[in-house]
């Protein structure tokens, strides 16, 4: 224990020499550990946050597929569906893509539908009227609705249409609502121009949820062109959206680990006669073999623990307290319209093992498996100077 | 019977390649305890060679070297670095301290892997230090040290552990006449102590002091005559 | 033994920052439970939304759950695309051929 204790002082000292490559390689790994540890970080919390939000998701979606595209569906649909056995509500969603020219930004232009007028996360009111509309905060900022109480959108006729903003989303609720222009049903149909008896999609509410499968594959007979989503699937989306296969987390992994087998490479070809002569120097005084690779395993541990650490903190700190504003600048593409990320802060205690087997093990193993080789030969040649 | 005891000792070097060589062939020698051994002869007569299979830092192509009655040529390399702490202390020609590394810290270098506190070990070092009048500079760092002072450090580190036998590889060749002399000096009173002394030197500086016991020339990996004084 | 102290120093006072960071987290995680993560859920199934409005390029990337066979992702996730979304986020299950 003690021989353990100023091994590590040693090794210290032994850090401290060598100043500027130290803290050049703590940069570089800090830096790594934290990419790795905030997209984990936001990635999970997404993901978790998708999974208990979701859930007030319809039981099932009904689109109707035509020449492979989405296209409107007939309400009428919606009559038949309600005959099969365990559903109990079936409900036309009126929805849309509205591009505004002026702030060069998608909107997603939304019926209301028969939702409660007061919500809790709205600022104000769901519209009530024809004339009003309630916004996101994305929207209000972007159009500065917020101050104006105004927004005029330009309808499928190419006239503007002036609507009251009655209500704008919290930023809590930007993550679901920042490009929401939300109208009455009726107000989309007409903006849209969307053919009488038409609906962008139903949604279907089942008394069973075991039965959401049955259900499915009944509307699917029924109706050859409808494409039913379920409850499953779309909660799941999220699931699957951001997993390790995913364009985002193979790149930053694969940058990741990039990184560090260069620096092991480096560390793996790099033995210096400097430090062969040290190794040399250390045996010749009485260490053993074991002594020198202890020593290199504890420079390993030291380097690569705090840098861990640190960049654990950071990317914690970053993802929980400051929003994650670095990588959502990555994130962000060419969205116009972005979302502050105010998550609730969730770890998964694994993701914290993973990276630490990523990082902190091939490390130490790059620093003591290099040394090997020079602390088991004879001594003999620091004799020579 | 002798302390260090040698029978038909040889060093090759690069066996089987193009380059081979016979650095030691077929030495046989003896050195008693508390005596002053002086190896001489010129350079690349062998003189570093022998000295780093005395001292068990290299292991030989052939024969025996025999300390305190025990061979320790074909002992597992384990043993051999208990036997080379125990026993031997080194000063090397370039000093071969850690230069960006204070004092005390070099002179403790030899304990760190040893079940013994940190105080206990600045205990030990401390009258060495003291002794070799560096104790002032402890927290300096090396490569601050004048020549002189940094060979002190180096004596210092090679008599922490105690050992038997003080191993030296050419000690005055970085020295002024002053110098050389203080460190022989310092030799003496080791000796004194009763510390076995074998020094490697071309210097007639050293190999014709008094207090040196025995001086051993060499040729060619050979031993061409001892001399008793 | 200095320079040790201050390591182990700084290693435990990361540690005990990174536990306290992860415990606040669990707190606010519980304590937002009630207000944000209940009232989104309202959001959700009151206005019907579907998806996270986080990419709104293209309706593949603002609507992942929904969209249709022909989007952008029917080939393999490394397509070469227009929008820099489409290559972070991954295909919907659907179209990755799991089969439940
Ligand atoms: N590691 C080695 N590989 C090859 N030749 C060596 C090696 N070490 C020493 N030699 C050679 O062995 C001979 C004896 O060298 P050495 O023992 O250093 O002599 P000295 O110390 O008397 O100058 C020299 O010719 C030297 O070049
Ligand atoms: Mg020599």
């Given at each position: 224990m003690i021989k353990h204790l100023k091994i590590i002082e040693y090794a210290l000292s032994s850090l401290l020499r060598r100043k500027t490559k130290i803290i050049a390689i703590f940069i570089a790994y800090t830096l790594t550990v934290a990419t790795l540890a905030s997209v984990l970080f936001l990635t999970h919390a997404l993901k978790t946050e998708a999974t208990h939000i979701l859930q007030g998701v319809p039981d099932l979606i009904v689109q109707r597929i035509l020449g492979g595209r989405h296209d409107l569906i007939p309400v009428d649909y919606a009559e038949k569906i309600k005959d099969i056995f365990g559903v109990s509500e079936v409900k036309p969603r009126y929805w849309g893509y509205y591009y505004d020219a002026l702030t060069e930004a998608n909107y997603t232009v939304m019926g209301a539908g028969d939702a409660a007028l007061e919500l809790k996360l709205l600022d104000g009111k769901l519209p009530a009227t024809e004339f009003e509309c309630a916004v996101g905060k994305g929207v209000a900022a972007l159009r500065g609705a917020d101050y104006s109480n105004e927004l005029i959108l330009v309808n499928s006729r190419n006239i503007g249409v002036l609507f009251d903003v009655s209500g704008i989303f919290q930023s809590d609720s930007s993550l679901l609502t920042n490009d929401l222009v939300l109208l009455t049903n009726e107000a989309v149909i007409d903006f849209f121009g969307f053919e009488p008896g038409r609906a962008t999609d139903l949604a279907v509410t089942v008394q069973n949820s075991n039965e959401l499968q049955t259900v499915a594959v009944k509307i699917k007979k029924l109706f050859p062109d409808a494409r039913p989503i379920t409850k499953r699937e779309l909660t799941r989306t999220y699931d699957m959206v951001f997993n390790w296969r995913s364009g985002m987390m193979l790149t930053v992994f694969c940058a990741a680990i990039m990184a560090l087998c260069i620096m092991a490479w480096d560390k793996a070809t790099g033995i210096s006669a400097e430090e062969k002569l040290e190794i040399g120097i250390l045996k010749a005084i009485g260490w053993d073999t074991d002594d020198v690779l202890i020593l290199k395993f504890w420079e390993g541990v030291i380097v690569s623990m705090t840098s861990f650490l640190t960049g654990l903190l950071l990317s914690y700190v970053h993802v929980f307290y400051f929003d994650a504003f670095v990588l959502s600048t990555i994130l962000k593409g060419w969205s116009v319209l972005f979302p502050a990320f105010q998550l609730t802060p969730s770890v998964n205690v694994l993701h914290i093992f993973t990276m630490f087997f990523l990082t902190v093990v091939p490390y130490i193993a790059s620093t003591v498996i290099p040394t090997w080789k020079t602390a088991v030969t004879d001594p003999e040649s620091v004799m020579r100077g | 019977m002798a302390y260090i005891e040698i029978e038909g000792l040889s060093k090759v070097y690069n066996v089987g390649r193009a380059d081979e060589l016979t650095a030691l062939a077929d030495v046989s020698l003896s050195i008693d305890s508390g005596e002053v051994a002086v190896l001489t002869g010129s350079s690349g007569s062998g003189k570093t060679s022998l000295l780093s299979l005395i001292g068990c830092m290299a292991r030989p192509t052939q024969g025996k070297v025999i300390i305190a009655g025990k061979d320790v040529a074909k002992l597992p390399e384990r043993f051999l670095t208990a036997v080379r702490r125990k026993r031997f202390g080194f000063i090397f020609q370039q000093f071969n301290l850690i230069r960006d590394v204070s004092v005390l810290e070099n002179v403790l270098l030899p304990l760190y892997p040893l079940d013994l506190g940190m105080s206990a070990m600045k205990d030990k070092a401390m009258p060495i230090l003291e002794k070799l009048k560096i104790s002032h500079k402890?927290?300096?760092?090396?490569?601050?040290?004048s020549g002189g002072e940094q060979q002190r450090v180096a004596i210092a580190r090679a008599l922490i552990n105690e050992p038997e036998v003080i191993i030296a590889d050419e000690p005055t060749a970085h020295l002024d006449r002053r110098l050389a002399q203080e460190f022989l000096d310092i030799l003496e009173v080791l000796n004194h102590e009763g510390k076995t002394i074998v020094i490697a030197t071309h210097d007639p500086f050293v190999y014709d002091n008094r207090l040196v016991g025995k001086t051993v020339s060499m040729r060619d990996g050979r031993i061409e005559g001892v001399t008793i004084h | 033994m200095m320079k040790g102290k201050i390591f182990f120093g700084v290693i435990i006072v990361e540690c005990v920052l990174l536990a306290v960071l992860l415990i606040h987290g669990r707190i606010r995680y519980h304590s937002q439970d009630f207000h944000h993560l209940e009232a989104k859920r309202t959001l959700v199934s009151q206005l019907g939304l579907t998806d996270y409005a986080i990419w709104t390029e293209a309706r593949y990337t603002r609507h992942p759950s929904q969209a249709d066979f022909f989007s952008a992702f029917q080939d393999f996730p490394a397509a070469f695309e227009h929008f820099p979304a489409g290559g972070i986020i991954a295909p919907p299950q659907f179209l990755q051929g799991e089969v439940e």
């Open positions: - | 402890k927290n300096l760092k090396v490569k601050n040290l | -």
